[in-house]
């Protein structure tokens, strides 16, 4: 027999000693399409066949779109003395994974929640009673957890930029907290929010400074805000990531918004001490996630492993340019709704995010 693994309990595991074997069984397009991190594809009408490329010695964790053939695969494999698990809810139910990571940067609490179907990244920053809220996605739920976990009221929410891969949850949260919303209006937004400026300051009690200051970094788009809390801590959106760029192609201006990224990278993030601790807004699917670690790193490492940022202007934006790949799905909707172009219920949007991160430059 086998049992059902909850998506949760999956993401704890994965990058642990206990990290099982996942198999996905879906067909090979949809896996290229999206996919869990170290999974394996062999697809449903090849298991039979590739039995030996399936271990014996952990568990296998069986996944598909929804849990249908999955449940088929792993009955089967069940029948070989393998210790095997099914995927509840499958891909979809992945998608709705989150979980979080805090760090302690003296008087000021940072909390990384990570939606793993995706690879986004948020952050809450709070100190005293109170915290803001950076880049949060649409389940709210999953900041007032943490809110409440904390002992935080949500006083301001915050994006780095105008995202093109998953709906904003700026607008839902601040719906539910009474919290402001600020956002640069180098980009376009057509709701109510509060418009940043370079050098805007914003205190959290016991005098810890959550700082938005000359870190306005055009490049992934024309409004891309990078905010340095305390001093020490760099959220630095699509900007930069442990293991790429941002990616300066999605608004058909490619060789310009390169080269606005270059002198934003060059002339104020890497302008920062190389203690500066890192945190990004997403990661791709060659970073290894684990339960108790950040996904992050101090700038001067980054400085030393991620080779273009080593580049002169014209090779970076050159470098830049050539490796566009293809747009998040549904890249135009998803944009729309972030503006507030959109008036669909949030539940008809969500399904326009399905699908992984596609906001970094390519390595």
């Known amino acids: 027999m086998y049992r059902d693994a909850e998506p949760a309990e999956l993401a704890a595991r994965l990058g642990t000693e206990d990290e099982p074997f996942v198999l996905d069984v879906r067909e090979p397009a949809e896996f290229a399409a999206w996919s869990i991190p170290a999974a394996v594809n062999i697809p449903l009408g090849q298991v039979p066949t590739r039995m030996a490329e399936i271990p014996t010695d952990r568990e296998v964790v069986v996944v598909c779109a929804g849990g249908d053939r999955s449940s088929a695969a792993a009955e089967a494999l069940s029948h070989t003395g393998r210790k095997v698990a099914n995927l509840a809810g499958g891909m979809a139910g992945w998608a709705q994974v989150y979980d979080s990571v805090t760090l302690e940067f ?57 995202h093109a891969d998953h709906l904003s949850g700026s607008r839902p949260l601040a719906a539910v907290t009474g919290a402001s919303i600020h956002l640069n209006p180098a980009d376009t937004f057509e709701f109510d ?51 790429s760029v941002g990616r300066p192609d999605l608004a058909d201006q490619a060789e310009e918004f390169a080269h606005n990224l270059y002198r934003s990278l ?74 507030g172009r959109n008036g669909a219920p949030l539940a008809e949007l969500r399904a326009l995010e399905t699908g992984p991160n596609r906001c970094s430059v390519s390595a």
């Not at 809450?124 to 409440?148: F, I, K, L, N």
């Open 106 to 162: 003296g008087a000021v609490r940072v909390v990384q929640v990570r939606r793993r179907g995706k690879g986004c990244l948020s952050y809450m920053v709070g100190a005293g009673d109170e915290a803001v809220v950076v880049d949060p996605s649409v389940d709210t739920w999953a900041y007032t957890r943490v809110a409440d976990e904390h002992g935080w009221k949500i006083g301001r929410i915050f994006d780095t930029h105008l």
């Open 266 to 339: 060059h002339d104020k993030v890497l302008a920062l001490p190389d203690d500066a601790y890192v945190l990004p807004g997403h990661y791709g699917d060659d970073v290894v996630v684990r339960p108790d670690r950040p996904v992050g790193a101090f700038l001067g490492e980054l400085r030393r492993t991620l080779a273009p940022l080593s580049y002169d202007e014209d090779a970076f934006v050159s470098w830049a340019t050539a490796r566009a790949v293809p747009r998040p799905p549904n890249y135009v909707e998803i944009v729309r709704a972030n503006m």
């Open 193 to 243: 929010y509060e418009p940043l400026s370079d050098g805007d300051i914003f205190e959290l009690p016991g005098g810890v400074t959550f700082r938005v200051a000359a870190m306005h970094t055009p490049g992934h788009t024309r409004g891309s805000t990078v905010y340095v809390v305390a001093d020490r801590v760099v959220l630095s959106g699509d900007t930069l990531f442990v293991d």
